[in-house]
């Protein structure tokens, strides 16, 4: 059974850190590619962050040089480190994993999801 699971979010204010996690179990980790989405209240999911078993990285234009992914393969663990957090950075914060290559920044092609983590940003 696949399991994903999030953690690390919370309240910050504008310009604090938060690092998220998502610990992962039943599929071939070392092998995935990795995605963080987010959703806001009232908008639609969108694409963060993915990477991939070779290291490469993506990264949305609202987050590049504050947002780091990465992960570990020791621990089957991937992380979103956030720093310069902005108020319009509050969402609901998703990982998922998919198998194969292509495009990291599409949701509608990662089958296995957790199940989110609040971040709130006061500003």
């Known amino acids: 059974q696949v399991q994903l699971v999030e953690s690390g979010g919370g309240l910050v204010q504008a310009g604090g850190s938060l690092r998220l996690s998502c610990a992962t179990s039943g599929f071939a980790f070392k092998n995935s590619i990795m995605g963080w989405f987010r959703r806001a209240p009232g908008r639609e999911r969108e694409f963060v962050a993915g990477?991939?078993?070779?290291?490469?990285?993506a990264y949305a234009d609202s987050v590049k040089g504050r947002f780091t992914i990465s992960r570990n393969s020791a621990s089957n663990t991937a992380y979103l480190q956030m720093n310069s957090l902005k108020p319009e950075d509050t969402a609901v914060y998703y990982c998922a994993a998919r198998n194969g290559q292509g495009a990291m920044s599409l949701s509608t092609v990662y089958p296995y999801w957790g199940q989110g983590t609040q971040v709130t940003v006061s500003s």
């Open positions: 990477i991939n078993w070779n290291l490469g990285t």
